[in-house]
């Protein structure tokens, strides 16, 4: 049996894996889904919400609590991949392996803000239609705040989606943050904890937001154990692309653990 912790990207929450967790779990595994910092029922608002140790909190307490000889299988989603980075480097003894699943993957060259500041420069500002993107203008740590909007996010995140994954994203989404500013301050994750930790990297190949070049030179920034592609998946893998998303985890822990 394997153990998934599951990990949303921004402004969703566990629920975003409704369709996974039920099919990793009939297949004998264990499966949990966490919300992090003032995502889905997680209480905190993002205002009080400030670094991205803060938001990465529920994962560091869940790795944290552990048996001491337990290892879990990390899949992190979207930008919860400074997520996994950050648990990477506090507990690379506790993970097996560690999945991308259209993720940011930084490295352990560059500020972990790197990636994140090169996908931006290819990103216009008429790209984000009705999302609202401002400042919460803290003087101490400020920090970006992102509302999706729905037509962007029918056009540009579940473009391959059911109409029924759509509606419940705009029911459920939360405002939240990339920490770009605080990532930009980070030293680079290192070799020695966050490079020692097996990667898979699940490229989504028609993803419009983070698109099939952009993660292929994640990769080749920072080479991987093995790559999978799911051929008709947008940026919302694990809900355009269950069965396949489910299919290369299932193929991971059998390979890994």
């Given at each position: 049996?394997?153990?998934?912790?599951?990990?949303?990207?921004?402004?969703?929450?566990?629920?975003?894996?409704?369709?996974v967790?039920?099919?990793?779990?009939?297949?004998?595994?264990?499966?949990?889904a966490?919300?992090?910092?003032?995502?889905?029922i997680?209480?905190?608002?993002?205002?009080?919400?400030?670094?991205?140790?803060?938001?990465?909190q529920?994962?560091?307490?869940?790795?944290?609590?552990?048996?001491?000889?337990?290892?879990?299988?990390?899949?992190?989603h979207?930008?919860?991949?400074?997520?996994?980075?950050?648990?990477?480097?506090r507990?690379?003894?506790?993970?097996?392996?560690?999945?991308?699943?259209?993720?940011?993957?930084?490295d352990?060259?560059?500020?972990?803000?790197?990636?994140?500041?090169?996908l931006?420069?290819?990103?216009?500002?008429?790209f984000?239609?009705?999302?609202?993107l401002?400042?919460?203008?803290?003087?101490?740590?400020?920090?970006?705040?992102?509302?999706?909007?729905?037509?962007?996010?029918?056009?540009?995140?579940?473009?391959?989606?059911?109409?029924?994954?759509?509606?419940?994203a705009?029911?459920?989404?939360?405002?939240?943050?990339?920490?770009?500013?605080?990532?930009?301050?980070?030293?680079?994750?290192?070799?020695?904890?966050?490079?020692?930790?097996n990667?898979?990297?699940?490229?989504?190949?028609?993803?419009?937001?983070a698109?099939?070049?952009?993660?292929?030179?994640m990769?080749?920034?920072?080479?991987?154990?093995?790559?999978?592609?799911?051929?008709?998946?947008?940026?919302m893998?694990?809900?355009?692309?269950?069965?396949?998303?489910?299919?290369?985890?299932?193929?991971?822990?059998?390979?890994?653990?």
């Open positions: 049996m394997v153990h998934f912790v599951l990990v949303h990207g921004i402004c969703h929450g566990a629920w975003c894996w409704y369709k967790k039920p099919v990793l779990e009939s297949a004998g595994h264990r499966v949990t966490i919300d992090l910092g003032a995502s889905g997680n209480m905190a608002k993002i205002q009080e919400v400030h670094t991205l140790s803060d938001y990465t529920p994962l560091i307490e869940l790795l944290d609590a552990l048996p001491p000889e337990e290892k879990v299988t990390l899949v992190g979207s930008l919860a991949g400074y997520n996994l980075a950050h648990a990477m480097d507990f690379p003894h506790k993970i097996s392996i560690a999945v991308f699943v259209a993720a940011h993957m930084p352990c060259t560059h500020p972990p803000s790197y990636v994140m500041d090169k931006n420069k290819t990103i216009t500002a008429e984000w239609l009705d999302t609202q401002s400042s919460d203008l803290d003087p101490v740590k400020p920090k970006n705040i992102v509302v999706f909007g729905p037509k962007w996010m029918a056009s540009n995140l579940y473009q391959l989606s059911s109409s029924q994954d759509l509606a419940l705009e029911m459920l989404t939360r405002p939240g943050s990339s920490f770009q500013e605080d990532l930009s301050k980070w030293k680079p994750f290192s070799k020695e904890r966050y490079g020692t930790v990667r898979v990297y699940i490229v989504c190949k028609k993803d419009l937001t698109t099939e070049d952009f993660q292929r030179w990769i080749e920034n920072n080479p991987v154990k093995e790559v999978m592609e799911i051929e008709d998946a947008d940026h893998a694990m809900l355009s692309k269950p069965n396949e998303v489910c299919s290369c985890l299932l193929d991971i822990a059998n390979k890994y653990n």
